[in-house]
């Protein structure tokens, strides 16, 4: 499992999971995103996207669109995705990164702290207000420093060993019984005789 630039072609999917999961799709460019893929056959598990914010006089960086799929959750997907997020934030010069989310509680296993809205800059502020009238109504601001950013061991050591529907239970296989059926009475249209 590896997390890396989101190419062109891929758009189509990652709007597709965008629009399924019920995330901000708004201003998409596939560039801004990252994929979370498993090396052993290709396949996609998860996504987020870094987006910055110009106003006159500075730039704001916005963690945002995170979603892991539904079989690869519990797996630290999501936790190596944010943690390739925030490292591009550091390399492209932010020392603090926000996001506007409705899952804060997760955010806060990293270090992301819960801030007053009056505290957002304005631009986040007003985007802030679209994404809970939008999108998102219980959505609430966190800030990271950069370099305050920890990604607890426990999500390393399942992303190692990460696969699709690891977490979950297999279906149980469904026989006569659950469809009302006595097995040892039942006939058959085409009875063989035998």
């Not at 990460?162 to 009875?191: C, M, R, S, V």
Request: aromatic residues 10%; charged residues 35%; hydrophobic residues 35%.
């Amino acid at each position: 499992m590896y997390v890396r630039d989101a190419k062109n072609r891929e758009e189509v999917w990652l709007l597709d999971h965008i629009e399924e999961m019920g995330l901000d799709a708004s201003a998409f460019r596939s560039r801004d995103y990252v994929i979370a893929i498993d090396e052993a056959d290709n396949e996609k598990a998860g996504f987020g996207r870094i987006r910055i914010h110009r106003t006159d006089d500075t730039e704001i960086c916005e963690l945002t669109s995170i979603g892991v799929l539904d079989s690869w959750r519990g797996q630290g997907v999501g936790a190596h995705v944010i943690e390739r997020l925030v490292e591009y934030a550091g390399d492209q010069g932010f020392d603090e990164v926000y996001s506007l989310t409705d899952e804060a509680d997760y955010l806060q296993q990293f270090g992301f702290e819960p801030i007053e809205v009056a505290q957002l800059p304005e631009k986040l502020r007003e985007r802030l207000a679209t994404k809970q009238e939008n999108i998102q109504p219980e959505a609430v601001p966190v800030r990271l420093a950069v370099d305050r950013f920890e990604l607890p061991q426990r999500f390393r050591d399942a992303f190692k060993d990460a696969a699709p529907g690891a977490d979950e239970e297999a279906e149980p296989e469904e026989g006569p019984e659950d469809f009302g059926i006595d097995p040892d009475e039942a006939t058959y249209k085409y009875d063989t005789g035998r």
